[in-house]
C-alpha cells in the first residue's frame, strides 16, 4: 500500500513562472490537506480539500496560489507567478475521515521548491 | 491566537542517554496535541499523541507529558539511540478540527 505521493520531489522555477505540485494521498482516503514549510520553520498549514470541494483554505495567500482536488487524479497545488520567497517545502498529507488527525494522518515526503 | 513553540532550537545528547524535547503552547482551549520526528528530506511522521484529558502517555521507548496548568508539554525518548537523530515538532489541532499547527522544532542531534 503506497503512502502519499508527491512530485515532483524537487522544482526549479524562475520568478514569473507557474510552479505545480502534485499530490496522490492514500489508497482509501479521500481527504488532503496542503502545508508550507520554510527553512528552520515548523510546517504551516494552507489547505484541506475533499474530492471536488475545498473545505477550509484560511491559510492560502489570498493571491497567485490555488488548490483543486478534481473527482480524477491528484490534488494538484498551483502558484502562479513565483517570486523567491515561495522557496519552500510543500507538504500534502492524507486522511480516511475528517478530523482524523492522529496516525491516519500521513505525510509525502514533500516538494522542494526553488525559484531562482 | 493559536500558536505552539519549542523552548531549544537544538539538542544533542549521546547514545543512551534519556532525552527530553520541550514544547509550549498558548491557547488554553486545545485539547488533542501529536509529537512529529522529521528526518531530512523527508515528511513528517506521527511519534504520539495525547489529549487533554490525559496528563502522560506512553509509546514504545517515548513518553509525552501534557501539563495544561502551564500549557506545557514534553517529549521524552529513552535511551536515544542514533537513529533518533531528526527534527522533533509538536502540534496542536486548529479549532475548526481539520488541520495541525506546527511549533518550530528542536534538532535532535545524537553522538556515539
Known amino acids: 500500500n503506497a503512502g502519499v505521493m508527491q512530485n515532483p520531489r524537487h522544482l526549479v522555477r524562475r520568478r514569473g513562472q507557474e510552479a505545480r505540485l502534485r499530490c496522490s494521498p492514500m489508497k482509501g482516503h479521500s481527504h488532503v490537506y496542503w502545508y508550507r514549510q520554510l527553512p528552520e520553520e515548523g510546517l504551516k498549514f494552507m489547505v484541506y480539500l475533499q474530492k471536488e470541494n475545498i473545505i477550509d483554505e484560511s491559510g492560502m495567500p489570498k493571491e497567485r496560489f490555488s488548490a483543486e482536488f478534481p473527482k480524477e487524479g491528484p490534488s494538484i497545488l498551483r502558484i502562479q507567478q513565483v517570486v523567491r520567497g515561495d522557496s519552500a517545502a510543500y507538504f500534502c498529507a492524507s486522511s480516511e475521515r475528517t478530523g482524523d488527525l492522529n496516525y491516519g494522518y500521513t505525510f509525502g515526503s514533500g516538494t522542494r521548491l526553488t525559484v531562482v | 491566537g493559536e500558536s505552539v513553540g519549542l523552548h531549544l532550537p537544538t539538542l544533542s545528547v549521546q547514545e543512551g542517554d534519556n532525552s527530553i524535547i520541550n514544547c509550549a503552547y498558548s491557547?488554553?482551549?486545545?485539547?488533542?496535541f501529536i509529537w512529529y520526528k522529521q528526518e531530512s528530506g523527508k515528511g513528517p511522521q506521527f511519534i504520539i499523541d495525547?489529549?487533554?484529558?490525559?496528563d502522560k502517555r506512553q509509546g514504545q521507548r517515548v513518553t509525552v507529558l501534557l501539563n495544561k496548568t502551564v500549557k506545557h508539554l514534553s517529549l521524552q525518548i529513552a535511551a536515544t539511540q542514533p537513529g533518533d537523530s531528526a527534527v522533533y515538532f509538536c502540534?496542536?489541532?486548529?479549532?475548526?478540527?481539520?488541520?495541525?499547527?506546527f511549533g518550530k522544532g528542536t534538532t535532535l542531534s545524537v553522538s556515539s
Open positions: 502540534a496542536e489541532r486548529n479549532q475548526a478540527g481539520t488541520a495541525l499547527i
Open positions: 491557547n488554553s482551549a486545545s485539547d488533542y
Open positions: 495525547i489529549r487533554s484529558n490525559m
